[in-house]
T-cell receptor
Framework: ETGVTQTPRHLVMGMTNKKSLKCEQH?????MYWYKQSAKKPLELMFV???????ENNSVPSRFSPECPNSSHLFLHLHTLQPEDSALYLC???????????????FGNGTRLTVT | AQKVTQAQTEISVVEKEDVTLDCVYE???????LFWYKQPPSGELVFLIR??????QNEISGRYSWNFQKSTSSFNFTITASQVVDSAVYFC???????????????FGKGTKLSVIP
């Protein structure tokens, strides 16, 4: 059983819908991340939270809105998405990111998002 | 800027063969960290190994071994006596030392899809 749980596993939404992706980690980590994985592309870092504070926003369009109410939970709120936003969205956590960049990331299974 | 190149997009081997997955990286830092992750069909990326730039010792873990060569900026991964369960996409990644300016980045390669045929 993974220490990082993502729901839902699959999501199909229209361009006018509003939906949210949820991530929960049971590892006692302090940093959480959203990554986007598209076909034929490297994983793209979207957002980083450290101790609930957003510390990285990698030029992500405003139609993606993250929320981190505590160190164990991370949400990605979606609205008015485009078909090109269809991808696998992966959540990850790590012990910290204030160290020397060597804390390995622990990933969830991802949410497979399809925008129609 | 940092970059990770996995030139092999897809590899197929017959079960019990050895296979090496290549990873070449670029970075200006003298302190950095290299990682390998495995992504099985279930989607979750599984952490396999972390190596810091000051430790060039090769590592072996069961059927897995890693060859870190700073001179050629490579961090290759070998699976010995491959098994069907090894079929997955494997990602090499690089992170530079945290600069304290909010610039922490873990850069992934595009991945190599390994298929082990029974």
């Amino acid at each position: 059983e993974t220490g990082v749980t993502q729901t839902p596993r699959h999501l199909v939404m229209g361009m006018t819908n509003k939906k949210s992706l949820k991530c929960e980690q049971h590892l006692g980590h302090n940093a959480m991340y959203w990554y986007k994985q598209s076909a034929k592309k490297p994983l793209e870092l979207m957002f980083v939270y450290n101790f609930k504070e957003q510390t990285e926003n990698n030029s992500v369009p405003s139609r993606f809105s993250p929320e981190c109410p505590n160190s164990s939970h991370l949400f990605l709120h979606l609205h008015t998405l485009q078909p090109e936003d269809s991808a696998l969205y992966l959540c990850a956590s790590s012990q910290d990111r204030g160290g020397k960049g060597n804390s390995p990331l622990h990933f969830g299974n991802g949410t497979r998002l399809t925008v129609t | 800027a940092q970059k990770v190149t996995q030139a092999q997009t897809e590899i197929s081997v017959v079960e019990k063969e050895d296979v090496t997955l290549d990873c070449v990286y670029e970075t200006r830092d003298t302190t950095y960290y290299l990682f390998w992750y495995k992504q099985p069909p279930s989607g979750e990326l599984v952490f396999l190994i972390r190596r810091n730039s000051f430790d060039e010792q090769n590592e072996i873990s069961g059927r897995y071994s890693w060859n870190f060569q700073k001179s050629t900026s490579s961090f290759n991964f070998t699976i010995t006596a491959s098994q069907v369960v090894d079929s997955a996409v494997y990602f090499c990644a690089l992170s530079e030392a945290y600069s304290g300016a909010g610039s922490y980045q873990l850069t992934f390669g595009k991945g190599t899809k390994l298929s082990v045929i029974p």
